[in-house]
C-alpha cells in the first residue's frame, strides 16, 4: 500500500512543476504589467489620470461585487426544504492543538453536546508544552499516552481520545491522525472554533446527500474579546465574514469553490487520502489542499465537489489587536501567494472549466489587490501633500460613488445572508452603515498592509503555525 507521504509526493504541484501554459503566464504578468503602467501615469498626468490605479481598483473591486451579487440573487427566495437522508456516513472530528489548554474544554464540550455527536473526537495534540495534560486529566480522565500513540477513550467521554505528537505544525498534526481515523468523514476544528449544537448535523446531511462532495465549510462568524478594542474588530470583521462568506457562495454556483476554512472544515476521508493529504510547507493547508482536490478530479475525471454549508454554523475567536490581526493576514496572503505560485499552470487552463477560466485568473489578479489599494492611497496623500487640491474633489466623488454601491450591495446581502443562515445576531443595519463607510479608510488600510506582509513572508519563506492569543474564548472559560 502506498504511504500518504509517497502519495502527497506524486500529488503535489509544489513538487512535481507542471508545463505552464503561456495563457497562464500571460494572467500574471498582464497584471503586474498593468500596475507599472498606472503607478506612471501618476508622474506623466495632470489630471484625473494620476489616481488611475485607484481608479483601477475602484472598477475591479466593483466588478467583483456585481458578480458576487448575480450568483446570490437566487437566495432572495426561501431555500427549498430537503428531506433527511436515510443514512449518514460515520464522522469523526480532529481538533489539532498546540498549547490550546485554556480552551480545549469548551471547544470539546461544544462536540460532545452536539444534536448529532460524532462517533469520534480525537485530539491531535501537537507537541504541546502547557498545561494541555492536566487540563485533559481534570477534564475527562484521559491519561497521557506515548507518543505517536492513542490515549485510552476518556472514562466520562468514550468518543474522545489523545493522540499525543512531537511538535511538527498543524498539517503535520491532521495527516498523523486522519490515518488513525476510521471514519468516512473527517471534521478539522480548531480549538478556538465553538460550533452552534445543529452543525455537525448539517454538515452530516450535507455529505449523505451527495456521494460527490469531498470537502465543505461550515459558516464561521468572528468573536473577539470583551474589551473596546476587542468589539472594534469583533465589528469590522463580522461584516467582511459576512462578504465572504456570500463571496464562496457565488463561486461554488459555478463549481469553483476553493477557499475552505480549516477552522470548521469537513472532508471525504479517502478523498483526502487519495491526494496525500495535508502539505506541511504550506502556510495555509486547507486552502492548498483544496486545489489538489480540484486537481486529481479533473486529471482522473471525477465528479468531486466542494460546497458551503449554510445552516452548519460556528464562531471563531478572531484577532482583537492590529498586531494580532496583522499576524493572521500575513499568513493568509501569504500562504494564498504560495498556492497560487505552485498552482499558477492552472489559471486561465480551460481543462479546469470555470475554476481556470474564472475563479484562478481572478486568483492571480487578487495578489496584487492590496498593491493596488495601498498604492492608490499613497498616490492621494501625495496630491493632497503637493498641494494638487483641484484632484482631490473628483477622487473623493470617485470613492463616494464606491461607498455607495459598496453600502447598497452590503445592506441587501445582509438580508440574503441571513436568509440564507438564519444567523442574525450582531448584523444590525445601523453598525452595518457605519462599518460600510468607515471601512476604506481604517479597517482596509489595514488589511491591506497584512496582505503586504504576506508578500514578504512568501517571498522569504518565514512563516510558521503559531499560537494566537485567544482573547474571547479564554475570557469566557474564566468567568
Not at 364 to 375: E, F, K, M, S
Request: proline share 5%; net charge neutral; charged share 20%.
Amino acid at each position: 500500500m502506498t504511504s500518504l507521504a509517497e502519495t502527497f509526493r506524486q500529488q503535489s504541484p509544489r513538487l512535481v512543476a507542471r508545463r505552464v501554459p503561456l495563457v497562464s503566464t500571460l494572467i500574471t504578468a498582464g497584471g503586474i504589467l498593468l500596475f507599472v503602467m498606472l503607478i506612471v501615469q501618476a508622474f506623466l498626468r495632470q489630471g484625473i489620470g494620476v489616481w488611475s490605479v485607484g481608479i483601477a481598483y475602484i472598477l475591479y473591486d466593483t466588478a467583483l461585487l456585481g458578480f458576487t451579487a448575480w450568483q446570490i440573487w437566487p437566495l432572495r427566495r426561501a431555500l427549498p426544504t430537503l428531506v433527511a437522508p436515510s443514512s449518514h456516513p460515520t464522522l469523526g472530528v480532529i481538533v489539532a492543538a498546540h498549547n490550546e489548554a485554556g480552551v480545549l474544554g469548551v471547544t470539546i464540550d461544544r462536540l460532545a453536546a452536539q444534536r448529532h455527536p460524532p462517533e469520534l473526537i480525537l485530539i491531535a495534540d501537537d507537541g504541546s508544552s502547557d498545561d494541555t495534560p492536566a487540563a485533559l486529566a481534570r477534564l475527562y480522565g484521559l491519561t497521557m499516552p506515548p507518543l505517536g500513540e492513542l490515549s485510552a477513550p476518556a472514562p466520562g467521554l468514550p468518543t474522545l481520545r489523545w493522540l499525543r505528537l512531537r511538535h511538527g505544525g498543524k498539517a503535520r498534526a491532521l495527516n498523523a491522525a486522519i490515518q488513525i481515523v476510521d471514519t468516512e468523514i473527517v471534521l478539522t476544528v480548531d480549538a478556538d472554533t465553538l460550533l452552534e449544537p445543529e452543525s455537525i448535523a448539517a454538515m452530516r446531511d450535507a455529505f449523505a446527500r451527495e456521494p460527490a462532495l469531498v470537502a465543505a465549510t461550515g459558516v464561521l462568524a468572528p468573536i473577539c474579546g470583551p474589551h473596546l478594542l476587542g468589539r472594534l474588530f469583533a465589528w469590522f470583521q463580522t461584516y467582511e465574514y459576512v462578504r465572504n462568506f456570500l463571496s464562496r457562495y457565488a463561486w461554488m454556483r459555478l463549481d469553483s469553490l476553493l477557499l475552505i476554512s480549516g477552522a470548521f472544515a469537513e472532508f471525504r476521508r479517502e478523498a483526502v487520502i487519495a491526494v496525500g493529504g495535508f502539505d506541511p510547507e504550506s502556510m495555509v493547508e486547507d486552502y492548498e489542499l483544496i486545489h489538489r482536490l480540484h486537481r486529481h478530479a479533473t486529471d482522473a475525471e471525477l465528479d468531486w465537489t466542494v460546497r458551503v454549508v449554510g445552516d452548519a454554523l460556528a464562531s471563531t475567536d478572531a484577532p482583537a489587536s492590529p498586531l494580532a490581526f496583522l499576524r493572521q493576514r500575513r499568513r493568509w496572503f501569504g500562504g494564498f501567494l504560495q498556492t497560487q505560485h505552485w498552482n499558477r499552470d492552472m489559471v486561465g487552463n480551460r481543462r479546469f472549466g470555470w475554476l481556470g477560466t474564472a475563479m484562478l485568473p481572478v486568483k492571480a489578479l487578487d495578489t496584487l489587490q492590496p498593491v493596488y489599494g495601498l498604492a492608490a492611497f499613497l498616490i492621494l496623500i501625495g496630491v493632497v501633500v503637493t498641494g494638487h487640491f483641484r484632484l482631490v474633489l473628483p477622487i473623493l466623488v470617485i470613492m463616494l460613488a464606491k461607498i455607495a454601491i459598496d453600502l447598497t450591495f452590503h445592506l441587501w446581502s445582509l438580508e440574503l445572508y441571513t436568509r440564507w443562515t438564519g444567523q442574525r445576531e450582531g448584523l444590525a443595519l445601523g453598525p452595518a452603515l457605519i462599518a460600510a463607510i468607515a471601512e476604506p479608510f481604517s479597517f482596509q488600510l489595514l488589511r491591506h498592509a497584512g496582505a503586504i506582509w504576506g508578500w514578504i513572508a512568501f517571498l522569504t519563506g518565514r512563516e510558521t503555525w503559531v499560537r494566537q492569543r485567544r482573547t474571547a474564548i479564554e475570557a469566557t472559560v474564566q468567568r
